[in-house]
């Protein structure tokens, strides 16, 4: 189940305060995670314990995490149907996930832990 929600929505931080501040997340992403009020959040639950997000503001992707592949395939196949993902510097660890997901990838960012994403703008 792929919930939406941001950090005024019930339950949002039952759901995702165990993220926040985590080194767990940190050093397997390189990222903090943060619950500014303009994200929108799309999480995936798995048996209702959630396994991965995805933040967005503004087609901009700002935060990803996912324990397993295919769960953050599945989220960002969901995001993508929703909103056109602009450019944007992610985490470069799933890069392979991102490829499969139809996203155009770059390393010309300037960063060494990060890839630059988007969406075909030819769609």
Do not use: H
């Not at 993508?80 to 993902?85: G, N």
């Not at 991102?98 to 390393?107: D, E, K, L, P, R």
Request: aromatic share 14%; charged share 25%.
């Amino acid at each position: 189940m792929i919930l939406k929600m941001d950090n005024k929505s019930k339950d949002f931080y039952n759901i995702m305060g165990r993220f926040f501040g985590s080194r767990i997340v940190q050093n397997k992403t390189n990222d903090r995670i943060y619950d500014d009020n303009n994200k929108k959040w799309y999480v995936y639950l798995d048996n209702n314990n959630p396994v991965a997000f995805v933040s967005v503001v503004s087609g901009v992707i700002k935060n990803i995490y996912s324990i397993k592949d295919d769960f953050l395939i599945e989220l960002l196949t969901y995001v993508s149907k929703e909103t056109k993902i602009k450019d944007s510097i992610v985490t470069n660890i799933y890069s392979n996930v991102y490829n499969s997901c139809g996203f155009i990838c770059a390393n010309d960012n300037g960063y060494k832990n990060f890839i630059k994403i988007r969406s075909d703008i030819n769609e």
